[in-house]
């Protein structure tokens, strides 16, 4: 069974940088492509970028340029370094693995941006 732990939210003023991570258990994390979304009160939640198990990335409009997804395949570790960081950024973010078997989702982080 895989499981996800995320880390690395928190408070940050407008313009700062965060950097969040997550760990897999298990083997599978080589098979998936790892995600992270988002959730905002009162939203969907909603894809911010992707990895896929041959490095391709892909990003929501709204962070391209800001966010950088990455991944280290010994590590069986996903982290999403945030910049430029914006007050609509705040939301609980979830780390996602998507193999060919299962998706297996995190616990989520809060990541509140305010000053």
């Known amino acids: 069974q895989v499981q996800l732990v995320e880390s690395g939210g928190g408070l940050v003023q407008p313009g700062g940088s965060l950097r969040l991570s997550c760990t897999a258990s298990?083997?599978?994390?080589?098979?998936?492509?790892m995600g992270w979304y988002r959730q905002a009160p009162g939203k969907q939640r909603e894809l911010v970028a992707y990895?896929?198990?041959?490095?391709?990335?892909n990003y929501a409009d709204s962070v391209k340029g800001r966010f950088t997804i990455s991944r280290d395949n010994a590590k069986n570790t996903a982290a999403l370094q945030m910049n430029s960081l914006k007050p609509e950024d705040t939301a609980v973010y979830y780390c996602?693995?998507?193999?060919?078997?299962?998706?297996?989702w995190g616990q989520g982080t809060q990541v509140t941006v305010s000053s």
């Open positions: 996602n693995a998507k193999s060919p078997v299962r998706s297996t």
């Open positions: 990895i896929t198990t041959g490095g391709g990335t």
């Open positions: 298990g083997t599978i994390f080589i098979m998936s492509t």
